[in-house]
């Protein structure tokens, strides 16, 4: 009984030391001030390539940082210079590969519209993996989602960097 009510107090006292040090989750809908969120919608994001993967993570980009919406009167760029490679990560006694691992790189800046310059320059990196079946369609299939899986996560990376930046170096 008594290490229960003792473990109570201790929860109850980590729960406020957290909450009056201020601090807040780097991820999730709490994860940034409104000041951000307002300097995030003010982003555009600018093409980023021609081939599939990249108008993905474009599509991404947009629906993390600016709710869907295109900036109107964007006070930032975002420019994302994508590198992408998979190898393969398991091969059989027969030589034939069953699980490729992809790989997505942004190099990405942060540029002021109103004067030109970079004000963020970064790198985000993140992987996926994905097994080959037998079927072609199941293949191809598997490849896709494991494109698509990488772009998610890239954006979700890169979005919290920049509001990572906009938090502190608010104007």
């Known amino acids: 009984m008594a290490v229960a009510r003792i473990a109570a107090v201790l929860v109850l006292g980590l729960g406020l030391g957290l909450s009056a040090c201020g601090f807040r989750p780097m991820y999730g809908s709490e994860s940034t001030s409104a ?21 993905v993570l474009r599509n991404d980009l947009i629906d993390r940082i600016s709710a869907g919406r295109s900036a109107s009167n964007p006070r930032y760029r975002l420019d994302v210079k994508l590198e992408r490679s998979e190898l393969g990560g398991l091969v059989q006694t027969d030589a034939s590969i069953t ?73």
Do not use: C, K
Request: proline fraction near 2%; avoid cysteine.
């Open 35 to 55: 000041e951000a969120e307002a300097l995030l919608g003010s982003v555009a994001i600018a093409p980023i390539g021609d081939d599939r993967i990249s108008q």
């Open 99 to 171: 699980r490729y691992v992809v790989t997505l790189r942004g190099n990405f800046r942060l540029v002021d519209v109103a004067t030109g310059n970079s004000v963020m320059t970064e790198a985000a990196r993140t992987t996926a993996a994905y097994n080959v079946p037998e079927s072609e369609y199941a293949a191809i299939s598997a490849q896709s989602d494991a494109y698509n899986r990488a772009s998610g996560a890239l954006a979700d990376e890169i979005r919290a960097r920049v509001a990572s930046f906009l938090e502190t170096h608010r104007s």
